[in-house]
């Protein structure tokens, strides 16, 4: 069993910036995806990023050249740098693992940006 462990969320302006961390606890594999989804207030749950554990990464057009996905392997840890945030980007961020055709999810932390 795979249980994520998320922070970092928060309240900023429109402009700042925050990280977001998500660790991995339990039973990791070698060989997964990990990466971040967000969900608006009425709207789909939508992809933010993702990154292998080789270090591939894909990201939404909405976000590329604002956020920087990243991890820790030896840490079984994925973070979420955010730039320059807009009032666009609020939403519940929900960290996201993919390992052995199984789909594991955080329980969301929510990003409040202020005009």
């Known amino acids: 069993q795979v249980q994520l462990v998320e922070s970092g969320g928060g309240l900023v302006q429109a402009g700042g910036s925050l990280r977001l961390s998500c660790a991995a606890l339990?039973?990791?594999?070698?060989?997964?995806?990990m990466g971040w989804y967000r969900q608006a207030s009425g709207k789909l749950r939508e992809l933010v990023a993702i990154?292998?554990?080789?270090?591939?990464?894909n990201s939404a057009d909405s976000v590329k050249g604002r956020f920087t996905i990243s991890r820790d392997n030896a840490k079984n840890t994925v973070y979420l740098q955010m730039n320059s945030l807009s009032p666009e980007d609020t939403a519940v961020y929900y960290c996201?693992?993919?390992?052995?055709?199984?789909?594991?999810w955080g329980q969301g932390t929510q990003v409040t940006v202020s005009s």
């Open positions: 996201y693992v993919l390992q052995r055709g199984n789909n594991y």
């Open positions: 990154i292998t554990s080789g270090g591939s990464t």
């Open positions: 339990g039973s990791i594999s070698s060989y997964n995806i």
